[in-house]
Antibody, heavy 119, light 107 residues
């Protein structure tokens, strides 16, 4: 069965970086794009970007350009999202989500990783 | 960027009620519209894709309609497990923006 398992919660200081992982299993890793979506406490969902696990190409939301990098390791079927220059407003749950059998519908999601930015 | 606007932001209803949530896009998105359900502390769950197609395993009381800029999600007979927050999302172009959410509460 398809599973996306994310790394554990992180606490970071302002100005630091965080790297969240998302390990995929149960399907052909390189056949499905992966998105990253975040959700601040009590707020809605915010799309951050998309990664093609096959070639590694990415598209990022303008808001995060220059601060985010999405990468993958095909040997371990894992995607990564690194966010730099963290500020308190980046405190959120970060989700990876698979772009599904029907393109552009997110059919499987990771469990979420809480990143807390606090001095 | 395409803006997605949901209404209402919150809704109180009773078990057995028929409920409709609307979503409007700031420009035409054809049928590139998805609906997700999210319960507290959980990841979103895909309910409807391509505006009106029911995701596998989702109960048939959920339905979606619309194209262009105006879309609806309908729950024909609310069940206790349906009380949650619902989000629409356009996947016509990046960034794949979401609506602000509709919180469905028990009356």
């Amino acid at each position: 069965q398809v599973q996306l398992v994310q790394s554990g919660a992180e606490v970071k200081k302002p100005g630091a970086s965080v790297k969240v992982s998302c390990k995929a299993s149960g399907y052909t890793f390189t056949s499905y794009y992966m998105h990253w979506v975040r959700q601040a406490p009590g707020q809605g969902l915010e799309w951050m970007g998309i990664l093609n696990p096959s070639g590694g190409s990415t598209t990022y939301a303008q808001k995060f350009q220059g601060r985010v990098t999405m990468t993958r390791d095909t040997s371990t079927s894992t995607v990564y999202m690194e966010l730099r220059s963290l500020r308190s407003e980046d405190t959120a749950v970060y989700y990876c989500a698979r772009d599904g059998v029907v393109p552009a519908a997110y059919d499987y999601w990771g469990q979420g990783t809480l990143v807390t930015v606090s001095s | 960027d395409i803006q997605m606007t949901q209404s209402p932001s919150s809704l109180s209803a009773s078990v057995g009620d028929r409920v409709t949530i609307t979503c409007r896009a700031s420009q035409s998105i054809s049928s590139y519209l998805n609906w997700y359900q999210q319960k507290p502390g959980k990841a979103p769950k895909l309910l409807i894709y391509a505006a009106s197609s029911l995701q596998s395993g989702v109960p048939s009381r959920f339905s979606g309609s619309g194209s262009g800029t105006d879309f609806t999600l309908t729950i024909s007979s609310l069940q206790p497990e349906d009380f949650a927050t619902y989000y629409c999302q356009q996947s016509y172009s990046t960034p794949h923006s979401f609506g602000q959410g509709t919180k469905l509460e028990i009356k």
